[in-house]
């Protein structure tokens, strides 16, 4: 089975830190995602990458940043963390399977910033 | 441009009895629609996906979901409820045959009681 791992589940931090969610995947998948879930309003793209060192914007990106030097890992930087970004982040990779873009979740990582 | 819409944001059935989790969606092209769950406290798991194959869609669990081009829908059913249904479900859509991001609905919360 595919694995997506994310580093944190949990994470406590302060209005203006630097902040690293980490997201590992085992299987060689191309593209890799960082969503944001919040209550009501389902999940919405941050960003997402389709290689190494190459990223796209989703539909939330502001304050937020991406790192993928490596095919398994992205990571998800929050450069001075506010607390309207108290969320949880759910990482994803993908595989095109018959056409559609299927995607594998890690658990997720809920980050609080007091 | 694409949406989707889940008609009920709670849904609340007895244990055996049938499961109906409404989906519309909106897309400009051909689309693949997907139906993920997603337990208390774990990642998006994949129940189904439709990409322009059979209508009638066949996932774990028991669940199905049918495509209905002429309603714009993508509704999920179950026979009979189990506890172990309990969860939160998202519909979602994307454009057939690419790896460009996918559009979330923002959710429905099924509700298995005794």
């Known amino acids: 089975d595919v694995k997506v791992t994310q580093s944190s589940r949990y994470l406590v931090k302060r209005t203006g830190e630097k902040v690293f969610l980490e997201c590992v995947q085992d299987?060689?998948?191309?593209?890799m995602f960082w969503y944001r879930q919040d209550p009501g309003l389902g999940l919405r793209l941050i960003y997402f990458?389709?290689?190494?060192?190459?990223?796209e914007k989703g539909d939330i990106p502001e304050g937020y940043s991406v790192s993928r030097e490596k095919k398994e890992r992205f990571s998800l930087i929050l450069e001075s963390a506010s607390t309207n970004q108290t969320s949880m982040y759910l990482c994803?990779?993908?595989?095109?399977?018959?056409?559609?873009?299927?995607?594998?979740f890690g658990a997720g990582s809920r980050l609080t910033v007091l | 441009a694409q949406s989707v819409t889940q008609l009920d944001s709670h849904v609340s059935v007895s244990e055996g009895t049938p499961v109906l989790l409404r989906c519309n969606y909106s897309?400009?092209?051909?689309?693949?629609l997907f139906w993920y769950v997603q337990h208390p406290n774990k990642g998006l798991q994949l129940l189904l996906k439709?990409?322009?194959?059979?209508?009638l869609v066949k996932g774990i669990n028991g669940f199905e979901a049918e495509f209905k081009k002429s309603e714009t829908s993508f509704h999920l059913t179950k026979p009979s409820a189990h506890m172990s249904d309990a969860a939160e479900y998202f519909c979602?859509?994307?454009?057939?045959?690419?790896?460009?991001?996918?559009?979330f609905g923002t959710g429905t919360r099924l509700q298995v009681t005794l």
């Open positions: 994803a990779s993908s595989l095109v399977s018959g056409g559609a873009n299927v995607l594998t």
């Open positions: 299987m060689d998948h191309e593209n």
């Open positions: 990458s389709y290689d190494v060192k190459m990223k």
């Open positions: 897309s400009s092209y051909s689309p693949s």
């Open positions: 439709y990409t322009s194959a059979a209508t």
């Open positions: 979602v859509v994307s454009l057939t045959g690419t790896a460009s991001k996918l559009t």
